[in-house]
């Protein structure tokens, strides 16, 4: 087991009804005068927009709404609501959505208490120290951001798509009620289980050996995923199978299963450099990248796949080689049965873009000029892997 | 899935070596005059003693001593340790050693800002809301008492054992170095291991049906538990082992496999009334007590019992009854192959003690006069638990 510091202080409140919370978690957590930040407006026509209102109102709390936060969030809103944070004098940022809105709240959070440019902390030139706090309502079990270090955002200058992460990140407090997710479209639903799914990979592919609890705890995880996946597809308002849906993706993301061991993180950063060329929601992307991903790196160490497929997905082979290949088949087949895309051609990215690929994601690590730690990729290894995706 | 708030804010250094961050972590959580707490010595045997008084000078950190915790920690010394915090004007409580000694700090730690009598805490007569911060470093895997909210303490009057469960409890930061745990007797190595586990079977035995993940990471711990412990048992300074047993501790009793669900602990209370009686180590009382309360409850919830012989013990029969008891039989197996109890003859528990206990047990909820959720149980059915234990 490698050496580890975890802390993971973000606060939960789960269940049905959780939004009741909200008033008295903010006067708990100090905030006064809040920014209520959203995305395209789904929440009005739900009803949530009206609950928070009410929670804020009754609670005594002034605020300023932003909203229009797009999946894959701008840089450009990010830095209107640090001038608005300023200008309002906001003390504290309230994000209700999907993981979009609450990264863009934290790339917020962390640029109003800045003097430089927020961008800098997207690409390592510096590191926040601070943040004005955060807290989310989470309407799209995905990103894992209610409880997670992370921020993902994308600069619309260059079309970079960057992750930070850092611990001041964690949000303050999260309210997940699984009735919140009952109207969110099938596809979305999807792709926020692939998302989770593969926060879990990324963490299960390592070559750090002897983690055994980890591993187990990593193999729980997706095996409720894949276990509650067709129930939330096929009757959206089964409250049970949401609820647990909703947990995953929290579980798969707050780090606790990163305790022990190296993750590998190469397909989040190749499917990010696909979302910033054409939008392709991170779900979808990923979905296509993952299973040729395992392709192509598995050879590096066999028992690891080996032990994926048995315990995942309960094939025993007595070749190990087969095993593995017929894992990845069940990987492959669970992601088509909720409606996931599996080639680039289907989401319109040909074999033109590929090269370009390659060169922009293996630039996120300057030094090394690799991604990934199961098996640090060059740019020529990510064509590889986007040819196998074609 | 029922409704839950969860937060665990304590901060952990894990891994060998991990004492050199004690003087940073001090000095960040704001630690200026330091009660140094701990057990009967045996940190002075093995090094990490001086390793702690070196790091508090090198910290520039004023400390003083208080030795002398013996498991089931004793009221009387926590009221010397509040004496003693008052006149040294003590800002900090930092834990050296097991459980005991743990939750003797966290019994300080409350006291020390309270006016009242601490054992009213431990009474339900009052509840507390601030501590005096306290920090761990572990020497024996078990109680889980280094990221729990909870306090086990004995009132030497009345032999009454009784726990506290409040989140002021959550230590500010703990610190797990597998290597402080080669030296622990294997006996002391061996109930760790039993309560461990039984930390998650006291919420894994639930009532609150669809709560699919937690299961699985009950599950996942539990067998990671098994798969570690004839390892650490024959090969003491195995670290790999060392450090999957330990952080398994801390797994079990963080209240992340608790989301979810209503958990029973009728088998710790019940244990918590034989220690009081004649200072039998708790892992070796719940050796002795859970098979039994397992065979007395069964039949309240096969499915779940039939769960958990398949899922931990791979255990599969036609007939449920079957596998229920084979289940039960592995466990109480496991626990003989790692040198624990199986009955109360053998720690001197004699059947005319039964009656008595199942009455001081079940005073413990003054309102139900029963104990435990999955099946309340009487003092007549605690009577009969300890029959089958006998």
Redesign the interface.
């Known amino acids: 087991?490698?050496?580890?510091?975890?802390?993971?202080?973000?606060?939960?409140?789960?269940?049905?009804?959780?939004v009741d919370?909200l008033g008295p978690a903010l006067k708990k957590y100090g905030a006064s005068n809040v920014l209520f930040h959203y995305g395209g407006g789904s929440i009005k026509t739900h009803g949530i927009y009206d609950q928070v209102v009410k929670a804020l109102n009754g609670a005594g709390i002034s605020f300023t709404e932003l909203g229009g936060v797009v999946p894959n969030p701008r840089l450009s809103l990010i830095k209107e609501g640090i001038a608005l944070c300023r200008e309002k004098k906001i003390d504290f940022i309230l994000a209700v959505g999907g993981g979009s809105v609450i990264d863009s709240a934290k790339g917020i959070g962390v640029g109003a208490v800045y003097s430089g440019d927020v961008w800098d902390f997207y690409t390592d030139k510096a590191s926040p120290e601070a943040t004005l706090p955060v807290a989310t309502i989470l309407t799209i079990p995905a990103a894992g951001s209610e409880a997670s270090f992370s921020s993902v955002v994308t600069n619309d200058d260059g079309a970079y798509k960057r992750p930070l992460d850092v611990p001041v990140l964690y949000p303050a407090?999260s309210i997940l009620d699984?009735e919140y997710t009952y109207t969110l479209p099938p596809y979305q639903t999807a792709c926020g289980i692939c998302d989770m799914f593969v926060h879990v990979c990324e963490r299960y592919f390592t070559q750090d050996m002897?983690n055994?609890?980890?591993d187990?705890?990593c193999?729980?995880?997706m095996?409720?995923i894949i276990?509650?996946a067709l129930t939330v597809m096929a009757k959206p308002r089964d409250y049970?199978a949401r609820?647990?849906i909703m947990?995953?993706g929290t579980?798969a993301h707050n780090n606790?299963l990163s305790?022990?061991r190296t993750g590998d993180w190469a397909s989040h950063l190749i499917e990010h450099e696909l979302s910033a060329i054409n939008d392709v929601a991170h779900g979808a992307g990923l979905s296509i990248i993952v299973p040729n991903w395992m392709k192509y790196v598995y050879k590096h160490n066999t028992q690891r796949f080996v032990q994926f497929a048995e315990r995942v997905f309960d094939i025993k082979d007595s070749s190990p080689e087969t095993a593995i290949n017929k894992g990845i088949d069940a990987l492959r087949a669970f992601f088509s049965s909720i409606g996931l895309p599996a080639t680039l051609t289907e989401i319109g990215i040909g074999e033109d873009s590929f090269k370009g690929i390659g060169e922009k994601t293996k630039k996120f690590d300057t030094q090394k000029g690799t991604v990934g730690n199961f098996y640090p990729l060059t740019g020529s290894d990510i064509e590889a892997i986007l040819k196998l995706a074609k």
Not at 1 to 18: A, H, L, R
């Open positions: 087991m490698v050496n580890f510091n975890f802390k993971n202080p973000t606060e939960i409140f789960f269940g049905k009804g959780s919370q407090f699984p002897e055994d609890l980890t187990r705890l193999e729980a995880t095996r409720a276990n509650n049970a609820a647990e947990w995953c579980i606790i305790t022990g």
